[in-house]
């Protein structure tokens, strides 16, 4: 291949990835200010998107259980966690106005059976293979499936609400500086 060509590829190649680069910046953008302005009516949004990120943790979950599997182990609770997981998240996609308040109810349940779960970890692994990162991990599902309950579902969504429209807004200014930089790279590659 000639110089030429190479340049030419790796000018398409820029200009592809600015504008796609943009674009998300762009659409998370305006997605993290809706969600931070309004948290309250956005909440079919985040239910969506939450619902989604259910949906493949649960697969994931329930194919790693089946497929990792041996006897003695807890395979059985990781299937049973990924298989709620799983309806947890096709609840939120596909009926998310009804099914909101329950899920919230459920995650706490979720971040519970998974603190309970790392703390009898903690108990059976040996004491040089991350005992101390499991039992923190299960204290920290433990607590946080309590904070939920108290809080109460309502205010459970709209703070994830804001805290999912922070994390896109951030999302979104990331990805619009590297449009940027990327445009100042295709503008470095035309003069040559």
């Not at 680069?21 to 009516?41: K, Q």
């Not at 939120?92 to 971040?111: G, Q, R, Y």
């Not at 946080?144 to 805290?163: E, M, S, Y």
């Amino acid at each position: 291949m000639s110089d030429t060509t190479e340049d030419r590829s790796a000018l398409d190649l820029l200009r592809s990835s600015r504008i796609t680069s943009y674009g998300f910046g762009l659409l998370s953008l305006i997605a993290g200010i809706v969600l931070v302005a309004w948290p309250d009516r956005s909440v079919v949004v985040v239910a969506r998107i939450i619902g989604v990120l259910f949906i493949v943790t649960g697969f994931g979950q329930a194919a790693e259980a089946l497929t990792t599997h041996r006897k003695g182990s807890y395979w059985g609770l990781l299937l049973l966690r990924g298989l709620i997981n799983l309806g947890i998240g096709v609840a939120l996609l596909f009926i998310p106005e009804k099914s909101t308040n329950v899920v919230v109810w459920l995650i706490a349940l979720d971040f519970l059976i998974t603190g309970v779960l790392a703390l009898i970890v903690t108990f059976i692994i040996p004491k040089g293979m991350g005992r101390g990162s499991m039992l923190i991990q299960g204290l920290i599902g433990v607590v946080l499936a309590f904070v939920i309950w108290g809080i109460g579902a309502d205010q459970v969504k709209d703070i994830a609400a804001v805290v999912i429209g922070i994390v896109l807004i951030l999302l979104g200014l990331l990805f619009l500086a590297a449009g940027w930089q990327l445009s100042k790279a295709d503008r470095e590659l035309d003069r040559r």
